[in-house]
Nanobody, 116 residues
Framework: QVQLVESGGGLAQPGGSLRLSCAAS????????MSWARQAPGKGLEWVAG????????NYADSVKGRFTISRDNSKNMLYLQMNSLKPDDTAVYYC?????????WGQGTQVTVSS
């Protein structure tokens, strides 16, 4: 069973940091590009960052470039998102995701709230 489970969300102050994790199972993690996306209250889904299967390349949305870092540990089937210099606009539910056998796979999401 293909599964993604996010963790690490919570409350952070503006300018603070959080590190999100995503545990993958049920598929060959090291063979798949992985991404993070987010959905802010009352808004649509926004792609945040992506990383190639071997970690050799990454891409970021302009809104997070220079503040967020996506990484992965293929030996542990883990995906990460290091979030620094957090802003209130980063408040959202964050999801890791991939496409396996032509189907999108999503985790349950983890809430990130940035507020003083």
């Amino acid at each position: 069973q293909v599964q993604l489970v996010e963790s690490g969300g919570g409350l952070a102050q503006p300018g603070g940091s959080l590190r999100l994790s995503c545990a993958a199972s049920g598929f060959t993690f090291s063979s798949y590009t992985m991404s993070w996306a987010r959905q802010a209250p009352g808004k649509g889904l926004e792609w945040v960052a992506g990383i190639y299967d071997d970690g050799s390349g990454t891409n970021y949305a302009d809104s997070v470039k220079g503040r967020f870092t996506i990484s992965r540990d293929n030996s542990k089937n883990m995906l990460y998102l290091q979030m620094n210099s957090l802003k209130p606009d980063d408040t959202a539910v964050y999801y890791c995701n991939t496409v396996v056998n032509g189907e999108f796979v999503w985790g349950q999401g983890t809430q990130v709230t940035v507020s003083s």
